[in-house]
Nanobody
Framework: VEVVETGGGSVQSGGSLRLSCLAS????????MAWFRQATGKQQEFVAS???????YYGDSVKGRFTISRDNAKNTMYLQMSNLKPEDTAVYYC??????????????WGQGTRVSVAS
């Protein structure tokens, strides 16, 4: 399974970016897809997740500003980020859960895409 994030870049505070995560190569259904981020010198932080059925969860720091969605037909997840703040600066990672069986649901991670927000 290959997981590839795209869409990172540099923006001014208050700007917007849209990240995409494509999962390819799996012969099994894709389960929950999620975004995490890690700023330099800080621990990894949960950003948002979306189940195959469309249940959505957000981290407290992004609620009301970020919107997660997915296109199951394209095996792609999106993160629309609005009203970006300098503290959103981080490398954003996509995690994809593969639903092989009820007892076997491995996770796969992408290499990350960098988001920089200037004040």
């Amino acid at each position: 399974v290959e997981v590839v994030e795209t869409g990172g870049g540099s923006v001014q505070s208050g700007g917007s970016l849209r990240l995409s995560c494509l999962a390819s190569g799996s012969p099994f259904n894709i389960g929950t897809m999620a975004w995490f981020r890690q700023a330099t010198g800080k621990q990894q932080e949960f950003v948002a997740s979306i189940t195959s059925g469309g249940n959505i969860y957000y981290g407290d720091s992004v609620k009301g500003r970020f919107t997660i969605s997915r296109d199951n037909a394209k095996n792609t997840m999106y993160l629309q980020m609005s009203n970006l703040k300098p503290e959103d600066t981080a490398v954003y990672y996509c995690r994809v859960n593969i639903d092989i069986s009820s007892a076997n649901q491995p996770d796969f991670w992408g290499q990350g895409t960098r988001v920089s927000v200037a004040s």
